[in-house]
C-alpha cells in the first residue's frame, strides 16, 4: 500500500521553465509535509516545507501548494536552473505519538536543461 | 553540513555473511533513523530510535536489528545478508522527531553478492 504517491517520476525542464512536482497522499493524519532534494551521491536535504493550516509557502524560487481537501501537495520550482537537476521526494509525517520517520513518495529525477 | 558520518561507505559482502554499519553523530541529537534507497521505492524507514537503548521498528525491518548504546552511535546489522538487502543505506537524525528537520548522512552503498 502506497501511502504517498508522487509524480512524475522524471521531469525534464528548460533553463528558466517551471518545474512541477506533484505528492498525494491518504492518510489523513499526517500534518507536515516536507520537501527533500538530493544531489547524486548524497543523503537527502530538507528544502521546504509546509503544514496544513497554509495553502502555499514560498522561500526564493520553490514554492508548495497544499490543498488539503483534495490531499495533494506540489513542489514549484521557477526560474528553473541547472543547479537544481537533483531527485526531489516529498514526504509525510503523521501526528500522534511516537517519532517515526518520514513516509517518503518514490522521488522525481529533475533535469534541467540549460 | 549536520554532524553525521557513516561507515563503511562502500562494501560488499557475500550471502549469508552478518554485516553492520555504524552512524555516527556529533550534534547531540535524540533521535536517529536508518533508512534504504531503492530505484523504484525512493527511501524507506527501517528502524529508529529515541533515544539510548530505545528503539522501534519501521516500514522494512524484516532482516534487520539495530543496537544503540550511546546518544552517538547507531547501528544496523544485517545478521545474514542476503541479495535483496543490496542498497543503500542512510542515516539521519532530529532533535525532536516527527516534524523536526531530518539531516541525512552521505550513505553506505552496500552490494551482498
Known amino acids: 500500500q502506497q501511502q504517498v504517491k508522487q509524480s512524475p517520476q522524471s521531469l525534464i525542464v528548460q533553463k528558466g521553465g517551471i518545474s512541477i512536482i506533484n505528492c498525494a497522499y491518504e492518510n489523513t493524519a499526517f500534518d507536515y509535509f516536507p520537501w527533500y532534494q538530493q544531489f547524486p551521491g548524497k543523503g537527502p536535504a530538507l528544502l521546504i516545507a509546509?503544514?496544513?493550516?497554509?495553502s502555499e509557502k514560498k522561500e526564493g524560487r520553490f514554492t508548495i501548494s497544499f490543498n488539503k481537501s483534495a490531499k495533494q501537495f506540489s513542489l514549484h520550482i521557477m526560474d528553473s536552473q541547472p543547479g537544481d537537476s537533483a531527485t526531489y521526494f516529498c514526504a509525510c509525517v503523521k501526528s500522534g505519538g511516537g517519532a517515526d520517520g518520514l513516509t517518503f513518495g518514490k522521488g522525481t529525477h529533475l533535469i534541467i536543461q540549460p | 553540513d549536520a554532524g553525521i558520518t557513516q561507515s563503511p561507505r562502500h562494501k560488499v559482502t557475500e550471502t549469508g555473511t552478518p554485516v553492520t554499519l555504524r552512524c555516527h553523530q556529533t550534534e547531540n541529537h535524540r533521535y536517529m533513523y536508518w533508512y534504504r534507497q531503492d530505484p523504484g521505492h525512493g527511501l524507506r524507514l527501517i528502524h529508529y530510535s529515541y533515544g539510548v537503548k530505545d528503539t522501534d521498528k519501521g516500514e522494512v525491518s524484516d532482516g534487520y536489528s539495530v543496537s544503540r548504546s550511546k546518544t552517538e552511535d547507531f547501528l544496523l546489522t544485517l545478521e545474514s545478508a542476503t541479495s535483496s538487502q543490496t542498497s543503500v543505506y542512510f542515516c539521519?537524525?532530529?532533535?525532536?522527531?516527527?516534524?523536526?528537520?531530518?539531516?541525512f548522512g552521505p550513505g553506505t552503498r552496500l552490494t551482498v553478492l
Open positions: 509546509i503544514r496544513p493550516d497554509v
Open positions: 539521519a537524525i532530529s532533535g525532536s522527531g516527527r516534524t523536526d528537520t531530518q539531516y
